[in-house]
C-alpha cells in the first residue's frame, strides 16, 4: 500500500485511506484524543485518560515494514485506522506467520462501509507479505466488530472468559481467526 486512494462512504463522503508513517504521529495521537471520548470506544481496550503512546516506539512501530498501519482521512483529519502486525517475525517458529489485526472508526464514520474497506487492504497486503492466518480478538458485546469480521471471513475460534469489566458487566473475548488460503 504505497499510493494513497480515495474511497466513498455510503453516504457519499469520500475519504482518503493511506499508509500511516512515523511522520503522522502527531495526527494519531490527535485521533487518539478523540477516539477515547466517542461512543465507539465502549467495547475496545482504549479508555479516557490513558497515557500517551511513546513518540519513538510509535514511530518504530508505524514505520515497520512488518506492519500496516492504515489510517482514513477526512480532510487532514485522521477519522479512523486499521492495523496489521506480524508476530514474532524474527522467531524461526513464528516466523511472522500470524498477523494481529485491528480497526478503529470514529462513530461517525461507521456502518458506511470504510471498516469492510480496510479489512480488504488489510487482507491483500497480509497475502503480498506472506501473513498465513490473520488473528483478532473482540468483546462478545462488540456486535458491529464481530458481525463485520465474520463477514470477512473470519471464524470464532476461541472465547477468553471474564477477560475485563465494563459498566460493572464481565466481558469475555472472542479469538478471531481467518487462514489465507494460497
Ligand atoms: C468495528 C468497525 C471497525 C467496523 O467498521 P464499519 O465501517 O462500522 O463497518 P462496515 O460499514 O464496513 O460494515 C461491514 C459489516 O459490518 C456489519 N455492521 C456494520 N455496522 C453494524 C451495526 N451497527 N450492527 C451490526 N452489524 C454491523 C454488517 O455486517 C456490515 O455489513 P453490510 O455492509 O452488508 O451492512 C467500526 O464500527 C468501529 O471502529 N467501531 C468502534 C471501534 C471498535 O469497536 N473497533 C473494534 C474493536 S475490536
Redesign the pocket.
Request: charge should be positive; hydrophobic fraction near 30%.
Given at each position: 500500500m504505497n499510493r494513497a486512494i480515495k474511497f466513498k462512504l455510503?453516504n457519499g463522503k469520500v475519504v482518503t485511506i493511506r499508509r500511516i508513517r512515523g511522520t503522522d504521529y502527531d495526527a494519531m495521537m490527535k485521533f487518539f484524543d478523540k477516539?477515547v471520548r466517542?461512543p465507539?470506544?465502549?467495547?475496545?481496550?482504549?479508555y479516557l485518560g490513558q497515557p500517551k503512546k511513546n513518540k519513538e516506539s510509535c514511530i518504530k512501530m508505524y514505520d515497520n515494514p512488518n506492519n500496516l498501519f492504515l489510517g482514513a482521512w477526512d480532510g487532514d483529519n485522521l477519522i479512523?485506522e486499521?492495523t496489521i502486525t506480524k508476530l514474532a517475525p524474527d522467531n524461526p517458529k513464528y516466523r511472522g506467520l500470524t498477523g494481529e489485526t485491528?480497526?478503529?472508526?470514529?462513530?461517525k464514520?461507521?456502518?458506511?462501509?470504510?471498516?469492510?474497506?480496510?479489512?480488504t487492504i488489510i487482507e491483500k497486503w497480509a497475502r503480498e507479505n506472506g501473513v498465513h492466518k490473520l488473528y483478532?480478538?473482540?468483546?462478545h458485546k462488540?456486535?458491529?466488530?464481530?458481525?463485520?469480521?465474520?463477514?470477512?471471513g473470519y471464524t470464532i475460534v476461541g472465547i477468553k472468559h471474564d477477560a475485563a469489566i465494563i459498566d460493572k458487566e464481565w466481558m469475555h473475548e472472542y479469538i478471531l481467526e481467518k487462514i489465507l488460503e494460497k
Open positions: 455510503k477516539f466517542d465507539g470506544v465502549k467495547y475496545t481496550s482504549q479512523g486499521s485491528g480497526s478503529i472508526i470514529l462513530n464514520y461507521t456502518s458506511q462501509g470504510l471498516g469492510g474497506k480496510l479489512k483478532a480478538e473482540v468483546y462488540n456486535i458491529r466488530s464481530l458481525s463485520n469480521l465474520l463477514k470477512h
